[in-house]
């Protein structure tokens, strides 16, 4: 068998390619829990096309917990009696996370709260800090309200006591009013702004790659037969070649080396050598606790995949095949990749295609035997 080459040079972006032209349209489906911190109908969400940026500015009214018991109302602070609840962050043209400074909060609440009731404030100025990390939203129907909601971590202020171990959630939802003229239109091609409620509260926090879980198993089969991990055929001559190939998916840029003729043209000589129609399947699971869109999947070769969904609920799963004609054998690398918001996630499976019998070596995990017992 071949051994898999890494040639110099980069063959064209392809496949996992997003362009900027798609809006997330979904919610994170986040249930701010307590403690929360409500903010009224007063305050307003907007984003600025000149400079990526979503804001979400309002007075916040209330605090109330449970362990601790705290019914407390938020009242202003310093000499002109400020309250203030201050979200701020940059997104792509497809309405995604873009990371920024984590020296400068995202998300301010500042105001003064009596958390014991003896009726003097026991915290007053910064009371809540934090970074987003994930947004969501959706465009309500003509004439409804547009709802968003957003994922933020690393908190800090007077109250963060409270927040401990938790991410923060928050739900926004956008009446329509004819205060602004220029609502959520489902993009982030030109300015739009709105008025804004909500609340904010604790969510269980996202685990390093517990956004979304997929699992990806790659099987073959020849002439028909069942799907296994690993397939025979007859070795004879082929015109292809590996190159190595650069992608993207959400701005992480990664490599696959692809198998196939890469726009040259098919040689004369390659139809005197007999080939073997070899049929890939590709299952992908969702094992994770949220849905999963934008699912790409890439394998060795240099055509694309194609007939499978772009999006996966909780505990579904689909298959996708594909048939390729090979002269020898090939080791297909195989990846699946997908989105819950801005957390990414996505497995990788090896099916092997083998070329040649030959002796079983030690280290040799197959049921290829040599002389061509199976």
């Not at 109250?159 to 171990?165: D, F, I, M, Q, R």
């Not at 969904?309 to 909780?314: D, M, N, T």
């Not at 819950?340 to 990788?348: E, I, R, T």
């Not at 040649?356 to 197959?366: F, L, M, S, T, V």
Request: some cysteine; hydrophobic content about 35%; charged content about 20%.
């Amino acid at each position: 068998m071949e051994t898999q080459k890494i040639f110099p040079w980069a063959c064209l972006l392809a496949g996992l390619v997003m362009g900027p032209s798609t809006s997330q349209a979904a919610l994170l489906n986040l249930a701010p829990d307590v403690p929360t911190i409500n903010f009224g109908g007063g305050g307003m969400i907007k984003y600025d096309q000149n400079t990526n940026t979503v804001t979400v500015s309002a007075d916040p009214t209330t605090l109330f917990s449970t362990t601790p018991f705290i019914v407390g109302e938020i009242l202003g602070t310093g000499t002109e009696d400020i309250k203030d609840v201050t979200i701020k962050f940059q997104v792509n043209s497809s309405g995604q996370v873009v990371p920024n400074d984590t020296n400068v909060a995202d998300l301010v609440i500042t105001g003064s709260i009596d958390t014991d009731a003896d009726g003097t404030a026991d915290f007053t100025g910064t009371l809540l800090t934090a970074e987003v990390t994930q947004f969501g939203f959706l465009n309500g129907a003509s004439g409804g309200d547009d709802s968003f909601d957003i994922r933020l971590n690393n908190i800090g202020g007077a109250l963060s006591y409270l927040y401990t171990g938790q991410d923060l959630a928050v739900s926004v939802t956008s009446e329509t009013t004819s205060e602004y003229t220029s609502p959520f239109a489902g993009n982030f091609t030109s300015n739009w702004q709105g008025q804004a409620k909500g609340v904010i509260g604790t969510v269980d926090p996202v685990s390093s790659g517990g956004g979304c879980k997929l699992k990806l198993k790659a099987q073959c089969s020849v002439n028909g037969g069942p799907f296994t991990d690993k397939c025979r055929i007859k070795v004879s001559r082929s015109p292809k070649h590996w190159e190595r190939c650069d992608y993207s998916h959400n701005g992480n840029i990664f490599h696959k080396s692809k198998y196939g003729m890469h726009g040259d043209p098919v040689p004369a000589w390659a139809g005197n050598y007999p080939s073997t129609a070899v049929t890939f399947k590709y299952t992908v699971y969702n094992k994770g606790v949220n849905p999963v869109s934008r699912i790409v999947i890439e394998d060795s070769f240099d055509t694309p995949v194609t007939g499978y969904p772009s999006s996966l609920a909780v505990g579904a799963n689909f298959s996708t095949t594909r048939t390729i004609n090979l002269h020898e054998g090939i080791d297909n690398d195989v990846t699946v990749l997908g989105n819950y918001g801005s957390a990414m996630c996505g497995d990788d499976d090896v099916v092997v295609v083998k070329d040649k019998i030959r002796g079983r070596r030690d280290h040799d995990d197959d049921d290829f035997w040599d002389k061509g017992h199976h």
